[in-house]
């Protein structure tokens, strides 16, 4: 039997699976701060995106993947400062991914696969961490590909690869091709290019987006974003999900 959505579908549901080719996907963002134009919800938007995605690769893989729900707060400590960012601390996020993936491991399915969006550094380190704590306890694989390292960050665009792409053509093209009703069009449209790096800020020490160069939460070519490259970036995110997937479970971390 397949089933999509694990929070769509009942226990009896569950129940038949067949859990040894089941991967749970673990959309997770940030409620943060992403320019005038794209809404705080843009980290979960792209995540729920890359997970159906990776899902549907899974499935031409032979997996039954299993889309898991949300989890929208993270920490968020660089738009710490603009109205609306909810940051929590790395250690609660760490222990709360850890403790779901100990329930997909007790219910015996392959491995749970992170479908991540949110690129703070102190996020990504505690799914790091996480990860770290899930191989020392000898559970299932616990697969998080970030997208800030290789080989990922060299399958997305040229804009992700300048570090400055937040709220910028990269997000702002998923955005418009997932949610395009949340687009403050107007707004988007009229932004100038801010092709401050917001990697290299992050390497120099660098803190808050203010620090970095970025005093509106924007970073990149907003005005340049477009549906159609949105799609196209949801498709290379699903495919990095599943390749993950599939070299984790080979035996290989894909790093």
Known sequence: MAIRDLAESTWEDVRELEHTRAVAVLPVGAIEAHGPHLP??????IAAAMARSGAEHLDALGWNAVILPALPYSPAPFGAEFPGTISISASALTALVLDVHREITRHGFAATAIANAHLDPAHLGALAEAVARARAEGLAP????DLTRKPWALRLGDEFKTGACHA??????????????????????????????????????????QEAGGPRAYFGWPADASAAEGRETVEVLGAVLADAVRAALDGDSGD
Do not use: C, H, M, Q
């Not at 705080?40 to 938007?45: G, S, Y």
């Not at 616990?142 to 590909?145: E, S």
């Not at 790096?197 to 660098?206: M, P, V, Y």
């Open 142 to 145: 616990l697969v998080f590909p």
């Open 168 to 209: 910028g053509r990269y997000e702002g093209s998923v955005v418009l091709a997932e949610r395009p009703e949340l687009v403050r069009e107007a707004i988007r449209a009229a932004l100038p290019p801010n092709p401050a790096s917001l990697a290299g800020a992050i390497r120099a020490g660098k803190r808050t987006f």
């Open 40 to 45: 705080l919800a843009t980290d979960l938007v």
